[in-house]
C-alpha cells in the first residue's frame, strides 16, 4: 500500500486500509464505520475492493453465502457512486456494519498462504485420469486459437486441468488449489472469455480486467461451473466471485481459493439467510461516525490508528531508513491541504503519526517478532462460528512455516511477491510429478 498517501483527515493510507480490515476481523463496528467513512472520501474504489477482500479472506465459509447477498447492494452502489452521494453511502454503512457483525473464518487465506510453499501436491496424492467425458471437455477449450504467440510452454495446462478435475471430484481443496495455483503461473493468454460468459449467462459483468481477463486461471473457473451447473445455491454464489474476479475487484487469487473451498466443503456449509440490516436499524451514533462532519479536521480526527493496525503491512510497522520521516510526511501533506499541523499537540499527532513500532524490542522482550505478531494480533478473529468449531486446517502450517522462514531470513522473505519469485521453478520443475 502507498505509504506517503494520505486520506482527507491527514491519517496515513495505509494505516487506515490496514485498520478497517483488522477491526473488522474483531467485530469493533465503531473503528470499522469510522475507516471506512475515512476511505470513503478520496479512496472510494479501493474501499470497495478491500471490503470485498475482506468477505473472502476473513468470513468465507464462516457465512458462505453472504457475498451472494450483499451483491446487490454492491451493484447498487456501483450504479448509484456518480449520481446519488446519500444512497451510497446509505449502502455503504450498510455493507460495512453487516462485515463487522458476520461470523470470522479465516481458512481462505490460509489455504492459499499454504500452497505457497508447497512444491508438490501434498497429502498422499497420486496422479488420477479422468473420464472421457471430462477429457473432451478439456480437450474442447483447446480446440481453437488459444495462444497469442506460438513459443515453448512452460506450464502444461491441460494436464494441470486434468489433475484439478480429479481433485475437485475427491473433494481435496488443498491439492484443487495447487493446481489452480500452477495454472495461474502459465504466461499464455486466453480468448475464451466471450464463450464463457456466454456459458454462464452472464452479458454484463461489473467490471473487466484486462489482465485477469485473459489468463489461463479462466479454465479453472469453467471447470468449477461445470461441477456446480446443477447446484443452483453454489452456482449462484459462484458467479458472484467470477464477476469480482474478473474485475480484479478484492484479491483475484483469493476469490477462487474461496470458490474452491465452497464446492469441496458443500456438504458441510450451512445457508443461514443473511439479514441485511436497514439503515434505520443502524444506531446513529455509529453512523456519525462513517459521516464525521464535524466542522474542523481537529474535531473529525474522533480516533487513533489501532495498535494492532500497524504490523508487518503497514509503513510504520517496518523498520526503514524511511523511518525518521514519519511525523515530517504529516506536516509535509499538511501543507499541500493549508493545515498547520506544527501547532497540534504531540497527542493529536500520536493519532495518526506516532512512533514506529520497534518490532525487535519485543523479541527482545520475549513477546513477539513481526510475524508472529501478526498472527497473535492483526490476524486476530472473534466471533468465530460454531458450526465450524474454528477449524482451520492450515492455520497451524501457515503459521510455523512462516514463522521459521523470518528466523532463517528476515520478514522481507515472507513476502508473498518473494516466495513467489523462490517458488516459480521449482512449481514449474515438479510438473514431471503430474504431467
Known sequence: MPAHLHTINLYKFDDVVSALQKSIRRCDTAQALFWAGELNQGFKPILYSRLWTIIAEDIGL??????????????????AQNTNT?????????????????????????????????PRPTNGWKRSTVTKRWQEK???????????QA????????????????????????NAYYFCNIINLSTEETDRLPWLLQYLGLNKPLKIDSKWSKKMTLFCWY???????????????????FQLYLGKIGAPNLLLAFAILLYCNEKRLVQETTRLPLI???????????????????????LSIPDYAIDKHTDRGKPSAYAPHNIADLHTEAQKKRIATYQWSPKEIAKSHGNYKVFADYVQSGQHSR??????EGALLKNTPTNWKGEDPYKKEVERYFLSLEKKYNYQ?????????????????QQELWK
Not at 477449450?141 to 495462444?147: A, G, H, K, P, Q
Not at 461451473?225 to 459462484?238: I, Q, T
Open 280 to 302: 434505520s436499524e443502524i444506531p446513529s451514533d455509529l453512523q456519525n461516525l462513517y459521516y464525521n462532519n464535524q466542522a474542523t479536521i481537529l474535531e473529525r480526527r474522533q
Open 223 to 241: 471447470i468449477l461451473f461445470e461441477m456446480v451447473k446443477d447446484k443452483k445455491e453454489l452456482l449462484d454464489v459462484l458467479k458472484v466471485l
Open 371 to 376: 510475524m508472529s505478531h501478526f498472527f497473535q
Open 151 to 174: 513459443v515453448e510452454k512452460e506450464i502444461d495446462v491441460q494436464a494441470a486441468l486434468v489433475q484439478l478435475v480429479a481433485c475437485l471430484e475427491k473433494r481435496d481443496a488443498t
Open 62 to 79: 464462516a457465512s458462505p453465502f453472504l457475498a451472494q447477498e450483499l451483491f446487490p447492494l454492491y451493484q447498487a452502489w456501483t450504479k
Open 413 to 429: 522473505a515472507c513476502s508473498g511477491f518473494f516466495i513467489l519469485e523462490k517458488m516459480r521453478p521449482i512449481w514449474i520443475q
Open 138 to 148: 478439456i480437450q474442447h477449450l483447446f480446440s481453437v486459437n488459444l495462444f497469442e
Open 86 to 118: 446519500a444512497l451510497t453511502e446509505e449502502l455503504t454503512i450498510r455493507i460495512v456494519y453487516t462485515l463487522s457483525k458476520a461470523p470470522k473464518n479465516r481458512v481462505v487465506d490460509n489455504l492459499l498462504l499454504y500452497n505457497y510453499f508447497q
